[in-house]
């Protein structure tokens, strides 16, 4: 239902951009916040940040000066952009939807379910 | 940001026994914002837990959660041998979302 696309190398100082297609889903109709974690190979798991279809963002603190996300309702797409990259930014980068809808309080809307099966980037020269 | 201790790193045991898994939060966790899910090598993780206690759904009943504040647990009641995998706790309480570590489940 998530599908990841982009380019698997990046030089370094370029930016990184990934696409996320989804599919059985309508961005546009959905209540769910989106959102992008990565996984650096063999180590745990970083949440980087999450788009609602109006376009409202947050981001991880630690990337949010790097950090460009965007969506297109017309392709059912969500969009990273990360720029200046460096060794420490190639993972996994997996997309996701948020686990219920924003406005579930009581379990609250911030994990993530489903998740793409992700897609390695490596940045190298 | 709320760092996630899990413990212990790997657990050996074998198909049928009972696995407790720690994950401590290095401060209070509201409204239980804890997730637990299971990652194969390869494969994304799937949630297993949400809301500290809240089985996702189609997992089944062998697996179930519990804790809360700074103390969270995930037992496996029974282990299947598909059940062997690396188990990460997630807070949502407070951004940045934060995962913990990991704890490998291996066959003993």
């Known amino acids: 239902r998530l599908q990841e696309s982009g380019p698997g190398l990046v030089k370094p100082s370029e930016p990184l951009s990934l696409t996320c297609t989804v599919s059985?889903?309508?961005?546009?109709?959905?209540?769910?916040?989106w959102g992008w974690i990565r996984q650096p190979p063999g180590k745990g798991l970083e949440w980087i940040g999450s788009i609602f279809h109006s376009g409202n963002t947050y981001y991880s603190a630690s990337l949010k000066s790097r950090l460009t996300m965007s969506v297109d309702t017309s392709k059912n797409q969500f969009s990273l952009r990360l720029s200046s990259v460096t060794a420490a930014d190639t993972a996994v980068y997996y997309c996701a939807r948020h686990g219920v809808p924003y406005y579930d309080i009581l379990n609250g809307h911030n994990w993530f379910d489903p998740w793409g099966q992700g897609t390695l980037v490596t940045v190298s020269s | 940001e709320i760092v996630l201790t899990q413990s212990p790193g790997t657990l050996s045991l074998s198909p049928g026994e009972r696995a407790t898994l720690s994950c401590r939060a290095s401060q209070s966790v509201g409204t239980n914002y804890l997730a637990w899910y299971q990652q194969k090598p390869g494969q994304a993780p799937r949630v297993l837990i949400y809301?500290?206690?809240s089985r996702a759904t189609g997992i089944p009943d062998r697996f179930s959660g519990s804790g809360s504040g700074t103390d969270f647990s995930l037992t496996i009641s029974r282990l299947e041998p598909g059940d062997f995998a690396v188990y990460y706790c997630q807070q949502y309480d407070t951004s940045p979302w934060t995962f913990g570590l990991g704890t490998k489940v291996e066959i003993k």
């Open positions: 809301g500290a206690s």
């Open positions: 059985g889903d309508s961005i546009s109709l959905s209540s769910h916040y």
